[in-house]
């Protein structure tokens, strides 16, 4: 499985974001696609899941401020990021999850949050 990441870039803090990610066809089939992310010098977390069934998991930092969804392309999810924070400054990395387990990896794409 293969993903196009697109989105992110500079935003001034109280901004938006949006990032997109559309995964290739998966032979036995998408489980869940979401993102992590990355920020300088530290380990990569959990922003924001959403499963096939519907279900939607975020971490506590973006909790009423992310939003994951659905997009109209096959495999495709949207996270919009509001009330952006220069804590939010981070590589983010879309991810996919195929049913039988297998994990995979966006290259990542930069999101800066600055005045």
């Known amino acids: 499985v293969q993903m196009v990441e697109s989105g992110g870039g500079l935003a001034q803090i109280g901004g938006s974001l949006t990032l997109s990610c559309t995964a290739s066809?998966?032979?036995?089939?998408?489980?869940?696609m979401g993102w992590y992310r990355q920020p300088p010098h530290m380990e990569r977390d959990m922003v924001a899941i959403?499963?096939?069934?519907?279900?939607?998991v975020y971490s506590d930092a973006v909790k009423g401020r992310f939003t994951i969804s659905r997009g109209h392309v096959q495999n495709t999810v949207i996270m919009e990021m509001n009330n952006l924070k220069p804590e939010d400054t981070a590589v983010y990395y879309c991810?996919?999850?195929?049913?039988?387990?297998?994990?995979?990896w966006g290259r990542g794409t930069q999101v800066t949050v600055s005045s």
């Open positions: 991810v996919t999850q195929e049913n039988q387990g297998t994990t995979f």
């Open positions: 959403l499963t096939t069934a519907g279900n939607s």
């Open positions: 066809e998966s032979s036995v089939g998408i489980m869940a």
